[in-house]
Structure formats: C-alpha cells, structure tokens
C-alpha cells in the first residue's frame, strides 16, 4: 500500500473525536458529504409529504382543531433536513479507515460506533462500484467480500478512484502472496 | 481443456447418471402438498362465503404444469463425476452446467420423507462454502445410486477412498429411548401449548361458559361437586398436558434413532428421523463454530445440546437441526465430546474471564427502564396503586442485571474463543481462532457512556457476541484475533 495522497485525505476530516484515529488512518472524500446530503434532502422532501398527507387528512377528520397541513409538512422536512444534514458532517467527521498490515480497519458512527476489522488474508474479492449520483461527484464506494457473507461485511462509501483502485491493488497484492 | 470448450457430454468412459423416475410423481405430490393449504382455504371461504367454489381447474393446472415441469427435469437433467468433479447438466431450452470440485464439498445431505422411504428413493443435497443453502439438489434418486454417488463424492478426488470402506464407523453419541423421552419432556413448549390455548379460548369465545359448564357437570358425575373454577383450571390442565405429551411423542419420532458416528476417514456421520430420515456427513475441520446450549430446566438436569456450524449450513435459525451434532449430551460427557470435535478443545481447564463492572449499571438501566415503563401501562390500565410495582421491578432489574454480569464470560483457550452468554438458556459459543472472518466493535450510545463495546466475531458460519466489555479489552481482543486469523493465512474450508 503506497501513501501518496495520505495528506490530502487526511485533510478534508476533523480528525472525528480523536478516539480511534490511529496515525495512518484516512478520512473520506470530502465531496461524499455532498451525496450524503443530498439524499438527506430527498428523504426530507418524502418525509414533509407524508406529513401533508397525513396532516390533510387529521384536518378533515378533526376541523375543531387548528391544524395547518402546509405548516406541518413544511416543519418535519425542515427538521429532518437539518437534522440529515447534521448527520452526514458528522458521520463523515467519525469515518477513518486504513489498509493496515494485517487487517483493513474503519471506525464510524455518529450515535451507534462501529469499529471493524477484516484479516487481509479473508478478504475474498473487492468490488468498486458508484451510482449516477457519485459519478457526477467523482467518487466510488469499496466493498469488501469474505467467505460465508451474503453481502459485502465493510463498504468504504465515497474515495477517489484512484484512492480506491490502490486499496484493491494493495488487497489482490497481499492475496497474491498468501 | 476439452472439457470447458464441449462441456455437454461426459468424458469418454464416465456414464452420465439420471435421476430416479419417480422423480416425476413425487414432485406432482410436493406441488399438491404445499397448495393443499391454499385450496382447502379457498374452498372455505368460499363457503362461508355462501359460493361454492370449484377448485378443480386450479388443481389441474397446477398439477398438469408441475409435471410437465418436473418431467423436463428428469429427462434432461444427467450428472457424473470426472477429473475430482462433480458436474450436473440440467434445461433444455437454455442449458445450466454446474461443475462442483469435489473438495470444495462441505456437507452432503440424504433425506427422506416418508413417501420417500415408501418408494426407496432419496433426496440428495451438496453444500459448498459458497453461502447459505444447498448447492446442488438432486431430487430424487434411488437409495443405491445415492449411496454411491455420496461415497464418491466424499471419497474427494475420484474414488481415492474407496479402500477405507472396510473399516467399521465408530458411534460418538446416540440416543435411547431414555433419552428422547428427557429430551421430549424438557424441550419446553409451554409457550407454544399457552399460545394454542389462547388460540382456542378465542375460538370458542363466547361459548365459553357453556363448554365450562359442560366440563364441570362431567366431572362433578366423577367427583362430587366442582366449582366452575376447578372446571377451568382442570381444563387448562388437562390442556397442557396433552401439548407435552405431543411434545414428547413429536420428538420421539423426529430424533428416533439419532445416532452421531465417526467414520474411518475422520467425517462425522449424522442420522435420526422415524418418519423423515435425515442423513449427513460434516468433516470436523470444516466447523466453523460450535454451540453448547441448554435451557434452565436442562442445566438443572446436567444435559446440554451441541451444534456444529459448518460453512454453507443453511442461515442460522432456518433449519438448523441440520447441524444439531448431539441433542442431549450428559454434561460429564461434554468435555469428551467436543475434543472429538476440535482436538485442542479442553473444556475442563477453563478460565473465564468477566465483562466490564459496568455492564451492570447497563443492565439495571435497560430491564428497570422497561419494568418501569410496564408499571406506567399497568397504572393506566387498572389504577394508581400499580406505582407501588416500582421499587420491586428496580430491585428485581439490579437482581437480574448482575446475574446477567456474572453469566458474560469470555476467554482464549488452546486457540479457540470461547464465550459465554444466555440468562435462562445458557449458551457456550467456541470459535476456532483460525475461522474468523471478521470483527466488529460496537457502541451504542448508553455503552459509550459507560465506555464498553460488543464485539463481533464472525465466522463463515454464524458469529459470536460478547456484550459489554470495557473498551479497552474489546479493542485489544479484537487486536489479537485480527493477528492470530493472519498468522493462520489464507481461508481454505478445510484449514483448521
């Protein structure tokens, strides 16, 4: 594993809250927040209209109470877009990861942490692969595969392409020589 | 490769093998078995519903274009063994090649359902690493051509083993009459039986007061005078008696004869079923993890239950009897066992180590907060007074939450992880270090307070869970066995 672009990784996280943060672990490519809140955006947007609907509906069966179905759908997309949006800064704050040694390691989490590791020696095949949204951003998503796992066990969301195609030459090397 | 470029045809001198005729009826009985449910609903309905419904044109569709279906794959499906494969050629309009190396075979499974076993035929499953369920399926075949095609397959490459067929199979563990009927009587459905009663409670409804009546002047005939409260619970019962006695018999039948024996090549043998037969081979280093579990009532009888996960067993908890090794093993006996299972096992000189003090205060926070959340649903359901419920439910949550802490265990030993977990029913978890996967370290929020994770240890096969340890131990375990699966190297199915 070469450590070219180590530095102008390392540069788009805070760093997270410093726990798990080894010396040689990456963050994540900054434009990842970007998908992230989009898609925060999105879910704001079915979110706000469940709540017309739902409020439309409490109007007409409830015409006693002052209910503003407009006002109700307005507040839950705002809320939760602001709250999506904090999400996704601080998920990517968290996110550090590292082609280690031994193992390939990633720690993140806002309210649940998970910290994983894979033996290098199980990784059975890795897929990159990216959505039309991150094509447009420039950016690919790495899943690892082991034996026995219906699906991927550790998906990197959002590197470089060049960042990612170094993690599977770097995993097909290690591979090679066991 | 010849064989890549013209893969429809057999090498020379290797016959291609069909399925049994018989494949084309019993399929037409398994399609008609699986929609009787259906058929018998429609009609009822259609009953209740005051219209008669004709579920004949349905019934021979469906019937007509299972056999159709089912006599495409007989007549076209072949399969033989070449160069240490087992390859099977099946379609018509769009041919399917499917070549299965031999030594890539974890499990190879023979079952019988009782038409089965009427018509001497079997069904035969493959199961390799590659993920959950069966690989290959060949249904049905004839007893004897599965035999052989089994002894073939797990001879490895072509035939080699033949020569051991001599030897005689030893017997590991297997099951009298003594033993099923302990393990019937204590396979706990109470939950089961309660929810069948309840079932008929709501059945019978508003009749029931009439059929309590009923109850009662019978047994007054045979007792002299009975309250209509006696009536009830003599009827409740006579109810659950029955459900454990249909449990005893339903486990007599479904694990008679259940004997576990090792062969001379070292693969364990596993059978049992009165009715359904099952069959199959596991080889001890293909299990990924075992499992040593027992209930309450068990322990309090000194019995335990093991399992062995192998890789491509089907999904934890769909099927799992197919890796069941021993449903009822004396617990002076278990050490014994599971070294026979994993020879650098010795479960006598263990050393357990606990979880983190704060798994405590996790588990007080945890069962008080749902015992108090009960005591406010009760307060509204039936009155104030159900609040005095509080300091009982607190005392009973720290009670349950430092037995809780006592249970969790961990430890490495002999290059195994061994965990231990479950309240009521407890629950041994030994990984061999050399099959782990992968690992995780989880916080939840409450956890990151008292800074303690969960870690995950996976295998190809089913994981194990240790709650609560301090963040520190976790992060250094999860070190350790991340370094000792490198230092095993490559995942193969049969590395130890």
Same mark, same amino acid.
């Given at each position: 594993?070469?450590? %070219? ?15 798990? %943060?080894?010396? %040689? ?45 407009? %006002? ?107 | ?83 240490? /494969? ?49 690989? +290959? ?68 409804? /508003? ?11 019978? $047994? ?13 619970? !003599?009827?409740?019962? !006579?109810?659950?008696?029955?459900? =454990? ?25 596993? &059978? ?17 993890? $075992?499992?040593?579990? &027992? ?8 019995? =335990? ?24 093993? *004396? ?26 003090? +704060? ?22 359901? @039936? ?6 419920? @509080? ?52 916080? &939840? ?45 490559? =995942?193969?199915? *049969?590395?130890?």
């Amino acid at each position: 594993m070469t450590d %070219a672009g180590l530095e102008s990784a390392e540069a788009g996280g805070d760093g997270g809250d410093g726990r798990g %943060a080894d010396e %040689a672990t990456r963050g994540l490519h900054p434009v990842v927040r970007v998908g992230w809140m989009l898609r925060a955006a999105v879910n704001a947007l079915v979110l706000g209209s469940l709540a017309a609907f739902a409020g439309s509906g409490a109007a007409k069966r409830l015409p006693h109470l002052p209910l503003r179905p407009a %006002a109700i759908a307005l507040a839950v997309a705002a809320v939760a877009l602001v709250l999506g949006i904090l999400h996704a800064w601080r998920l990517f704050a968290t996110w550090r990861w590292a082609v280690r040694p031994d193992d390939v390691f990633a720690s993140y989490g806002v309210l649940w942490r998970t910290r994983r590791s894979i033996p290098r020696v199980r990784v059975q095949h890795v897929d990159v692969s990216s959505g039309p949204v991150d094509r447009a951003l420039g950016i690919v998503h790495v899943s690892l595969h082991v034996a026995g796992a219906l699906g991927p066990v550790l998906t990197i969301p959002g590197l470089a392409p060049a960042e990612a195609e170094q993690v599977r030459e770097a995993l097909l090397e290690s591979a090679r020589r066991h | 490769m010849t064989q890549e470029e013209e893969p429809r045809l057999p090498a020379e001198g290797t016959e291609a093998q069909r399925l049994h005729p018989l494949t084309v009826l019993l399929e037409l009985v398994r399609i008609l078995g699986r929609v009787a449910w259906a058929l018998i609903l429609i009609v009822v309905v259609g009953y209740l519903g005051g219209r008669r419904t004709d579920a004949a044109p349905a019934l021979f569709l469906l019937a007509g274009s299972g056999v159709l279906v089912a006599l495409v794959r007989y007549l076209s499906l072949r399969y033989w063994i070449e160069e240490g /494969r087992l390859v099977i050629r099946s379609g018509v309009v769009s041919q399917q090649l499917r070549t299965i190396p031999l030594d890539k075979i974890q499990n190879v499974e023979l079952r019988q359902s009782a038409i089965h076993q009427l018509a001497g035929v079997v069904d035969l499953r493959i199961e390799t690493a590659a993920g959950p369920g069966a690989e +290959a399926h060949l249904a049905v075949l004839s007893r004897e051509a599965a035999e052989r095609l089994k002894s073939r397959l797990l001879a490895g490459r072509d035939g080699a083993g033949d020569a051991k067929v001599g030897a005689a199979p030893q017997v590991v563990w297997q099951a009298g009459t003594r033993q099923l009927l302990l393990l019937g009587a204590t396979s706990n459905r109470a939950g089961a039986i309660l929810g069948a009663v309840a079932g008929l409670l709501l059945f019978i409804g /508003r009749e029931l007061p009439r059929y309590l009546e009923t109850i009662q002047r019978g $047994l007054s005939g045979v007792a002299g005078t009975v309250s209509p409260l006696a009536a009830a619970g !003599a009827s409740l019962a !006579a109810l659950l008696l029955l459900g =454990w006695l249909l449990a005893i018999g339903l486990t007599v039948v479904g694990y008679h004869g259940f004997r576990l024996t090792r062969e001379p090549d070292g693969r364990l043998r596993r &059978s049992y079923g009165l009715v359904s037969r099952f069959e199959t081979v596991v080889a001890p280093a293909r299990i990924q993890l $075992l499992r040593i579990e &027992s209930s309450w009532l068990r322990r309090r009888l000194g019995f =335990w239950e093991v399992k062995a996960h192998t890789a491509g067993s089907p999904l934890e908890g769909q099927g799992a009897s197919s890796s069941l090794l021993c449903p009822l093993l *004396d617990g002076g006996d278990l050490a014994a066992f599971c070294q026979r299972l994993l020879p650098r096992l010795d479960l006598r000189g263990i050393e357990w180590r606990p979880v983190s003090r +704060a798994a405590i205060r996790r588990g007080f926070i945890r069962y008080g907060a749902a015992g108090v959340a009960l005591c406010a649903l009760a307060a509204a359901a @039936v009155g104030r007074w159900a609040w005095t419920g @509080v300091p009982i439910v607190l005392a009973a949550s720290w009670l349950l939450a430092r037995h809780r802490y006592r249970v969790l265990a961990y430890t490495r030993h002999g290059g195994h992880l061994l965990v231990r977990t479950g309240l009521l029913r407890r629950r041994l978890t030994v990984i061999p270090e050399g099959k782990v996967q992968w690992l995780g370290m989880t916080e &939840s929020p409450p956890q990151r307070r008292f800074g303690i994770a969960t870690l995950v240890v996976a295998t190809a096969s089913g994981a194990g869970r240790i709650p609560d340890m301090s963040e520190g131990e976790a992060a250094a375990l999860q070190a350790a066995l991340t370094a000792a699966a490198s230092t095993v190297g490559a =995942w193969l199915p *049969d590395a130890v």
